[in-house]
């Protein structure tokens, strides 16, 4: 059984950075598809970033030049790095994993708890 940590969200200014983390555990990160999706008061919970088992990543349009998804496989661990924040970025983010490819969607059998980040 897959288990999902994040960790890393903070309240930041615009500008700011912040790498969040997704400590994984009950199967090796190498071997799964993860991803970061984040979800907003009011509004549905969209993809953001993923990376498939061979380091192959996909991201929205409205991160792709400021965020970057990776993983440590060593540490067992999922990252998003976030730099020029937005307002607009701000959310809780979670992240997901399967054993299969879902990309952005929503698909995903394991997700985590979720990490705050708001920016001002």
């Known amino acids: 059984h897959v288990q999902l940590v994040e960790s890393g969200g903070s309240s930041v200014q615009a500008g700011g950075s912040l790498r969040l983390s997704c400590e994984v555990s009950?199967?090796?990160?190498?071997?799964?598809?993860v991803a970061w999706f984040r979800q907003a008061p009011g509004r549905e919970r969209e993809g953001v970033a993923a990376?498939?088992?061979?380091?192959?990543?996909t991201y929205a349009n409205s991160v792709a030049a400021r965020f970057t998804i990776s993983k440590d496989n060593v540490k067992n661990t999922l990252y998003l790095q976030v730099n020029s924040l937005q307002l607009e970025d701000s959310a809780m983010y979670y992240c997901a994993a399967d054993c299969y490819g879902s990309g952005l969607s929503q698909d995903y059998n394991y997700w985590g708890q979720g990490t705050q980040v708001t920016v001002s």
């Open positions: 009950g199967s090796t990160v190498s071997r799964l598809y």
């Open positions: 990376i498939d088992n061979s380091g192959s990543t």
